[in-house]
């Protein structure tokens, strides 16, 4: 049957097709809906796992188990995952597995641009890079059969314009495979002689693997005219499709890792110019190089950001279609916290007693917006507790005193609990605010473990913060309300100026949670108003001046009466 799908919706339908019976992910924008979307078949357990490395562990060990499991995250993600990634290289597996990675050329909703090709070829492990929803399906399946037949996890490779675009699937019926029997097997323990032979194993594996890709129809030649060939993968493939139709010839790599040989140097052969387009760093481009072919590859197209039609175009010196230009500006729209979120009024203090803020990975990244300003780095997920605690052996009381670091609920869950184990453990004065909104916020409302629901919104185990933080070693652990200035000032001064680490939890769910009944809109009294904008500086979107008076959007603003703490005057 032919549905229109989103790329990551074919990827789950391709698990399902494919009878996976396990899937343990973390959300990553782009890579979400693959997990959401396979929760909605009864006959796939999914869960949300604390981190990214957990949930390959977890896919892993399902494996073991005998079923055919996977996982997803995106491109950073797999950083965290890389520990077990390349020793699960090395020990091979039960029944199948498949990573997902999503990549974000463009920075959409990253914090940097990787290309994790470079993962499937440190780890030695196949990738597959589909270029549209159909592929994404048929990719998914194959990589199954892959993983099972060279006994190796196989990666999934999408990038933010396939998994979030839609084109046509031809569903199939789900085939479950039987469940593999455990054997016990004492090599699977990867410690000296085990680990040397394993690693034979997979070079043995990478040769067998390359074989494969000269001969699958995964990889495929579209011939045109000769005087141009065009070696291409995932989205670029669709680009240059519309760019060159008949007018060049087309290798798709459908298999990035291992890449084929005998299929490039014949390609080449056949065309007079050679040009490879992939998307951030020039992996297809280098491998032809060390075949000794000339390419035109990252000395015409740019290193950084996504490709498109024109762009290739353009860099190739072709005429790009005409369009319609707007005459008049278009105004800035910078993203923004959305009015009434808890996390303004935190920021609101900080900025205010000027404290050096050392921000973390989540939606409250946005407290380094104007006019907030507030917020001075961000890394990684976890780093604001471990960074904040290297700043402060570095500045010493100077630092101690005026610097904290801020978590979201979920990241701290995903990575901050050893970086304030550290601070705790090595006692420096640090102040870590964890910013519990009760929910994932970021990638769009999943659960976590500080919840106390699961994937599907059923109840599960809940994290309590306060317990844990005072169980990692912590003796201060206060909980604020950041709808309530007054009491955040006083508790985030208390704290900075308090001789050992402390916790702060700002705890307000998140306004957006489905179901979080509001209260009624501010109504400004314009005869009090005098224009001061004070209110302007907390930057609610509900908020404005026009004539000189306090203006509320109704539609937007949920009466958090944060912005009434902030006027003398008593006009909101």
């Given at each position: 049957?032919?549905?229109?799908?989103?790329?990551?919706?074919?990827?789950?339908?391709?698990?399902?097709?494919?009878?996976?019976?396990?899937?343990?992910?973390?959300?990553?924008?782009?890579?979400?809906?693959?997990?959401?979307?396979?929760?909605?078949?009864?006959?796939?357990?999914?869960?949300?796992?604390?981190?990214?490395?957990?949930?390959?562990?977890?896919?892993?060990?399902?494996?073991?188990?005998?079923?055919?499991?996977?996982?997803?995250?995106?491109?950073?993600?797999?950083?965290?995952?890389?520990?077990?990634?390349?020793?699960?290289?090395?020990?091979?597996?039960?029944?199948?597995?498949?990573?997902?990675?999503?990549?974000?050329?463009?920075?959409?909703?990253?914090?940097?641009?990787?290309?994790?090709?470079?993962?499937?070829?440190?780890?030695?492990?196949?990738?597959?890079?589909?270029?549209?929803?159909?592929?994404?399906?048929?990719?998914?399946?194959?990589?199954?059969?892959?993983?099972?037949?060279?006994?190796?996890?196989?990666?999934?490779?999408?990038?933010?314009?396939?998994?979030?675009?839609?084109?046509?699937?031809?569903?199939?019926?789900?085939?479950?495979?039987?469940?593999?029997?455990?054997?016990?097997?004492?090599?699977?323990?990867?410690?000296?002689?085990?680990?040397?032979?394993?690693?034979?194993?997979?070079?043995?594996?990478?040769?067998?693997?390359?074989?494969?890709?000269?001969?699958?129809?995964?990889?495929?030649?579209?011939?045109?005219?000769?005087?141009?060939?065009?070696?291409?993968?995932?989205?670029?493939?669709?680009?240059?499709?519309?760019?060159?139709?008949?007018?060049?010839?087309?290798?798709?790599?459908?298999?990035?890792?291992?890449?084929?040989?005998?299929?490039?140097?014949?390609?080449?052969?056949?065309?007079?110019?050679?040009?490879?387009?992939?998307?951030?760093?020039?992996?297809?481009?280098?491998?032809?190089?060390?075949?000794?072919?000339?390419?035109?590859?990252?000395?015409?197209?740019?290193?950084?950001?996504?490709?498109?039609?024109?762009?290739?175009?353009?860099?190739?010196?072709?005429?790009?279609?005409?369009?319609?230009?707007?005459?008049?500006?278009?105004?800035?729209?910078?993203?923004?916290?959305?009015?009434?979120?808890?996390?303004?009024?935190?920021?609101?203090?900080?900025?205010?007693?000027?404290?050096m803020v050392y921000g973390d990975i989540g939606c409250y990244t946005l407290g380094a917006i104007a006019p907030l300003n507030s917020m001075d780095l961000n890394v990684c997920m976890g780093a604001s507790c471990s960074g904040l605690h290297g700043f402060n052996k570095a500045m010493g009381e100077k630092g101690e005193k005026h610097s904290v670091g801020v978590i979201g609920d979920s990241?701290?869950?995903?990575?901050?609990?050893?970086?304030?184990?550290?601070?705790?453990?090595?006692?420096?004065?640090?102040?870590?605010?964890?910013?519990?909104?009760?929910?994932?916020?970021?990638?769009?409302?999943?659960?976590?473990?500080?919840?106390?629901?699961?994937?599907?919104?059923?109840?599960?185990?809940?994290?309590?913060?306060?317990?844990?933080?005072?169980?990692?070693?912590?003796?201060?652990?206060?909980?604020?309300?950041?709808?309530?200035?007054?009491?955040?000032?006083?508790?985030?001064?208390?704290?900075?100026?308090?001789?050992?680490?402390?916790?702060?939890?700002?705890?307000?769910?998140?306004?957006?949670?489905?179901?979080?009944?509001?209260?009624?809109?501010?109504?400004?009294?314009?005869?009090?108003?005098?224009?001061?904008?004070?209110?302007?500086?907390?930057?609610?979107?509900?908020?404005?001046?026009?004539?000189?008076?306090?203006?509320?959007?109704?539609?937007l603003c949920i009466g958090c009466k944060v912005c009434s703490q902030m006027c003398k005057l008593g006009a909101l």
């Open positions: 049957m032919a549905e229109l799908m989103l790329g990551n919706k074919a990827i789950a339908r391709g698990m399902y097709e494919a009878g996976v019976s396990i899937i343990s992910s973390y959300p990553g924008t782009p890579s979400t809906e693959i997990t959401e979307e396979a929760a909605l078949y009864d006959e796939i357990y999914c869960e949300w796992a604390p981190n990214e490395k957990v949930a390959l562990e977890v896919a892993h060990g399902a494996t073991l188990g005998g079923r055919r499991a996977a996982c997803a995250m995106k491109h950073v993600g797999l950083n965290v995952a890389a520990d077990p990634l390349f020793t699960i290289s090395y020990q091979g597996l039960n029944a199948g597995l498949v990573i997902c990675v999503a990549d974000d050329p463009g920075m959409h909703s990253s914090q940097n641009e990787q290309d994790s090709r470079h993962y499937a070829i440190a780890a030695k492990v196949p990738m597959l890079e589909p270029s549209d929803s159909e592929e994404s399906r048929i990719y998914t399946k194959k990589a199954f059969e892959i993983s099972e037949k060279f006994n190796t996890p196989v990666f999934i490779k999408m990038c933010t314009r396939v998994a979030h675009s839609q084109s046509v699937v031809n569903t199939e019926e789900r085939i479950l495979p039987e469940q593999v029997p455990y054997v016990k097997d004492p090599a699977k323990v990867m410690m000296t002689k085990n680990s040397r032979d394993a690693h034979v194993r997979v070079e043995e594996r990478t040769l067998d693997l390359i074989k494969y890709a000269e001969e699958s129809d995964i990889n495929r030649i579209e011939m045109g005219d000769t005087k141009i060939g065009v070696i291409t993968s995932s989205v670029s493939y669709q680009y240059a499709k519309e760019v060159f139709g008949d007018s060049a010839s087309i290798l798709k790599l459908g298999m990035i890792y291992p890449l084929p040989e005998k299929m490039i140097l014949d390609f080449a052969s056949k065309v007079e110019k050679l040009i490879v387009i992939e998307e951030l760093d020039p992996i297809i481009e280098n491998h032809c190089k060390q075949l000794g072919l000339k390419v035109t590859g990252k000395d015409t197209f740019p290193i950084c950001g996504e490709f498109s039609q024109n762009l290739i175009r353009q860099c190739l010196g072709m005429d790009t279609p005409s369009y319609e230009a707007i005459d008049e500006p278009v105004p800035m729209r910078p993203p923004v916290m959305c009015a009434g979120c808890p996390h303004r009024g935190i920021f609101y203090v900080l900025k205010k007693n000027n404290v990241t701290f869950i995903h990575s901050g609990m050893t970086g304030i184990t550290d601070i705790s453990y090595n006692m420096s004065n640090s102040t870590v605010i964890i910013l519990d909104n009760s929910i994932t916020g970021m990638t769009g409302h999943q659960q976590n473990p500080t919840t106390g629901k699961n994937l599907l919104g059923e109840p599960a185990g809940k994290v309590d913060l306060e317990a844990l933080c005072r169980a990692l070693g912590f003796n201060r652990v206060a909980v604020v309300d950041p709808y309530d200035l007054a009491e955040c000032e006083r508790v985030i001064l208390e704290e900075l100026e308090a001789v050992e680490p402390s916790i702060i939890i700002s705890r307000r769910p998140c306004v957006m949670i489905k179901g979080t009944v509001h209260k009624p809109a501010i109504k400004p009294d314009t005869d009090k108003c005098v224009g001061c904008k004070a209110c302007m500086k907390i930057g609610c979107p509900a908020i404005s001046v026009k004539d000189n008076k306090v203006r509320i959007d109704t539609t």
